[in-house]
Every structure is written in structure tokens, then in C-alpha cells.
């Protein structure tokens, strides 16, 4: 039986692509295999966002391209961000690679496997819900980004975006409840704008709703958000139905209005605050997370201390942060040369870094004795580990609930990445040993 790995680095939209490329390859009659070596077809899943990460998939295929003396029969596929709509250069820094295929297009991949195998391929692409999910899993509801930031690639490879009707998406999260999934997490590139290009017009709050009345399922989260199509009741939603957690992903990316006029954001640092207060006023107990870009060209060290400031003032649950990195293609790349040097782009980093450590270790230890519901979603070095509704990592003492188990947990100890509790920790356990 010919044997398949697929290789991801990237973001959850790109995981998820593994996982419905995953399944159709098995439908095909093909093995999974854990190691490349061992696999006689390798997907590497790529994503060119950052630099480091470009770096990580065309240092591995270059490995792949010295091996491929011992593998002579191996069939080689490239998909995800790092190709384009001109895959001519590619081809020529690459040529060990066998197929070429943009982000979710799988028939590429899949009709070269079939040529080479001899398998068929009938009907291996239909209703691509994975089969083995995680008991937390990605569901991409909205492919592509409208937005353009002048920084950014994406809407030049994964193209306009383009909304997957309710009812898909319904019976999808369905089929997945009933292979064990408790929570959901719907993806977008901006998943606030879910639903515009669709007739009737929806939007995230109605999708949300749909899904809320699926018997089984626990969760919904969403990400990742813009500060311009989080709308009013996309933030109602988040606090009148109580399977969506309490946990907005919102990238602010520079605290000075300059920049963000540079990188066409669409908002100034006044209005981010404004939806920040909307939202914790409407939403107790929301846990907020953003991305930060440090170094932009042209930002100088005052704008930087911009950024933060924002960090102090609005004191993110969590933060993304990476300095800038050119990505050509983009506009920032066509007009705007770099101006800071690659020394201060470390710093900033590591100042941007640094002060978010310290604004994370005071919020979760003032979660220290506190009690959470947790979703236990997998295990880490033999500790159980599940999260709490606002997205705290939280690792499991005293006690082995079953995974897939919502249970009560009382909060024993806190770092600034992750959070331990200890079911015996809980006011009804302490109640019950006392008497």
C-alpha cells in the first residue's frame, strides 16, 4: 500500500487544509506514515507569512530534493501560500517538486497521486470532513481576505474571499460532533466578514446561532477578527449565546496612527480603543489576544513606544508579536524600502516581548485560586491539559478526567504562558472533604 505524509508549518487555516487533504488521500487507498522518509508521497503545506517560516519549507525541500536519488518514485506536491498564480519560479528553484497546488486546491495533488499510484481517485474529494478530528478542531468557514494591508500576502495567494453557505457549514460541525468533537473554532483570514458575498446576506452572528442549536457541541470560538468588521452583533452574540466563548482575537499590529495609515489598517488607535471598551463592556469576562508588528519601515522609535503603550494600556490575555518581515509581492515591498535595521527590529521585539510577559504572569496569577470550566483537549508530557472558556492554557492535577470532559477546576499556580489547576481544588471538593 503507497504511503503519504503531509508536512504543515503555518496558520490554523493551513492545518486544517492538511487535515481535508488527509482524508482524501486515505480515500484513495494511501497510508499515513509518521516520518517522511518512510512516505512514498510527500505534501509539504507552506506558508510564507513570515520569513522564518518560507525558510522552514524551502529548507525541507531542499532535503528532499539531495534525497531524491534514494527515493526515485516519491511523488513530491507543494501546496499552501508559497504558491502563486505564477508558479514559473518555483519551478525553477525547485524542480525535485512533482505538483504545484494553490491553498485549498486539491485536485492538483490528488490526480498526479492517482497518475502515479494507479489508484482511483472518484469521489475522494467529496465532503471533506475529517474522519478522526481532535476533540477541538478547525472549521474554515470563509477562505481568502478582501483587506490588502500593504504588509500582508495573503489576498495575493489565497485569493478574494469566498463564504461557505450556513447550511455546509451546519451539517459539517454535525458529522463532526458525531466523531467526538466538543468544540469547534470557525477560521477565517478575517472571519468577521463572513457572509457578505453571500445571497441572502448572513453574517457571523447568524452562523453562530445555527450552530449553537447542534445537540453535542460544546464550544464555538472564531478567529482571527478585524477591529473594522467586528460589528455590534457579532459582539452581542458573543455574549448572549453561551456556546461561544468569551475570547476575541483582535490584531491591532502598531500602536501609532501613522503606521497604521502606512499598513492601510482602516482605523486609527482612537477607534481600536472604542471596540476594545465595546467589547469588554458587553462581554464580562472577555479575554482579549492581538498580533503586533514591530519595525515596520519607516516606524520610528517613538511610534514603536506607541505600541507599548497600547500593550499597558489595554493589557492583552496574549499577544503575537514578530518583527517585520518583507514579503514580495506586497505593496509594502514595491514601495516602501526597509528603514530599520535588523539589530532594532530584534530589540523591539524583545522589548515588546518582554513587557507582555510581564503583563501576562500579573494576569494569571490574579486567576490563582479561582475556579474555570476547561474543556480537557489533549495531554503534554503526560500532564492532561484542556482551556479555560477565555483560552487559558490550563495543566490538569489531581485527578484524570477523560478527554473530550468539561469539568470544574480550581486555578493552584499561574507563568505567564500557562495556568495549573487541580480538580480537588474546587469549592464543592473542598466543601465535600471538609465534612
Known amino acids: 500500500m503507497p504511503t503519504y505524509h503531509v508536512w504543515t508549518v503555518g496558520c490554523q487555516?493551513?492545518?486544517?487544509?492538511?487535515?481535508?487533504?488527509?482524508l482524501s488521500l486515505e480515500r484513495m487507498g494511501l497510508e499515513r506514515v509518521g516520518q517522511i522518509d518512510e512516505a512514498d508521497v510527500v505534501v509539504v503545506n507552506t506558508c510564507v507569512v513570515r520569513q522564518s517560516a518560507e525558510d522552514t519549507a524551502t529548507g525541507l525541500l531542499g532535503r528532499l530534493g539531495k534525497d531524491r536519488a534514494n527515493h526515485p518514485g516519491r511523488v513530491i506536491a507543494v501546496m499552501g501560500c508559497m504558491v502563486g498564480p505564477d508558479q514559473a519560479d518555483l519551478k525553477r528553484r525547485f524542480p525535485q517538486v512533482d505538483v504545484w497546488a494553490r491553498p485549498?486546491?486539491?485536485?492538483?495533488?490528488?490526480?498526479?497521486?492517482?497518475?502515479?499510484?494507479?489508484?482511483s481517485t472518484e469521489g475522494c474529494?467529496?465532503?471533506?470532513?475529517?474522519?478522526?478530528?481532535?476533540?477541538?478542531?478547525?472549521?474554515?468557514?470563509?477562505?481568502?481576505?478582501?483587506?490588502?494591508?500593504?504588509?500582508?500576502?495573503?489576498?495575493?495567494?489565497?485569493?478574494?474571499?469566498?463564504s461557505r453557505p450556513v447550511a455546509e457549514l451546519v451539517d459539517e460541525v454535525t458529522?463532526?460532533?458525531?466523531?467526538?468533537?466538543?468544540?469547534?473554532t470557525l477560521l477565517g483570514q478575517n472571519v468577521d466578514s463572513y457572509g457578505h458575498d453571500l445571497r441572502p446576506r448572513v453574517d457571523l452572528a447568524d452562523l453562530m446561532e445555527e450552530l449553537h442549536e447542534i445537540s453535542g457541541l460544546k464550544r464555538i470560538r472564531f478567529l482571527t477578527s478585524h477591529p473594522n468588521d467586528m460589528s455590534r452583533r457579532i459582539i452581542r452574540a458573543i455574549a448572549e449565546l453561551p456556546k461561544v466563548c468569551e475570547n476575541v482575537n483582535l490584531p491591532f499590529q502598531a500602536g501609532d496612527d501613522r503606521i497604521l495609515a502606512?499598513?492601510?489598517?482602516?482605523?486609527?488607535?482612537?477607534?481600536?480603543?472604542?471596540?476594545?471598551?465595546?467589547?469588554?463592556?458587553?462581554?464580562?469576562g472577555v479575554?482579549?489576544?492581538?498580533d503586533l508588528i514591530v519595525g515596520f519601515p519607516g516606524e520610528t522609535d517613538a511610534e514603536f513606544e506607541q505600541s507599548l503603550l497600547m500593550l499597558e494600556e489595554v493589557r492583552f490575555d496574549k499577544v503575537h508579536s514578530a518583527a517585520y518581515s518583507e514579503r514580495e509581492g506586497t505593496y509594502a515591498s514595491r514601495r516602501m524600502p526597509e528603514t530599520v535595521p535588523r539589530e532594532e527590529k530584534?530589540?523591539?521585539?524583545?522589548?515588546?516581548?518582554?513587557?507582555?510577559?510581564?503583563?501576562?504572569?500579573?494576569?494569571?496569577?490574579?486567576?490563582?485560586?479561582?475556579?474555570?470550566?476547561?474543556?480537557?483537549?489533549?495531554?503534554t508530557r503526560g500532564r492532561l491539559r484542556g482551556r479555560t472558556r477565555g483560552d487559558k492554557l490550563v495543566y490538569v492535577t489531581g485527578g484524570g478526567p477523560a478527554l473530550g470532559e468539561t469539568v470544574m477546576i480550581g486555578i493552584t499556580g499561574a507563568s505567564p504562558w500557562s495556568l495549573v489547576g487541580d480538580l480537588r481544588a474546587t469549592q464543592s471538593q473542598k466543601e465535600l472533604v471538609s465534612t
Open 262 to 284: 502606512e499598513m492601510r489598517r482602516g482605523y486609527t488607535r482612537a477607534q481600536f480603543m472604542e471596540r476594545v471598551h465595546e467589547i469588554r463592556e458587553t462581554v464580562p
Open 175 to 184: 458529522r463532526l460532533i458525531g466523531r467526538g468533537v466538543k468544540e469547534v
Open 125 to 162: 474529494l467529496a465532503n471533506l470532513t475529517p474522519h478522526l478530528p481532535d476533540v477541538s478542531t478547525f472549521v474554515p468557514i470563509v477562505h481568502g481576505c478582501d483587506k490588502f494591508c500593504t504588509f500582508c500576502i495573503i489576498p495575493y495567494r489565497r485569493g478574494r474571499e469566498m
Open 13 to 22: 487555516m493551513n492545518v486544517a487544509d492538511s487535515q481535508r487533504l488527509d
Open 104 to 119: 485549498q486546491e486539491f485536485q492538483p495533488i490528488v490526480d498526479i497521486v492517482g497518475a502515479r499510484t494507479g489508484l
Open 346 to 379: 530584534k530589540r523591539r521585539l524583545g522589548a515588546a516581548n518582554d513587557l507582555q510577559a510581564l503583563i501576562q504572569t500579573e494576569l494569571n496569577a490574579d486567576l490563582v485560586g479561582l475556579e474555570f470550566d476547561i474543556l480537557v483537549d489533549g495531554e
Open 287 to 290: 479575554t482579549l489576544t492581538t
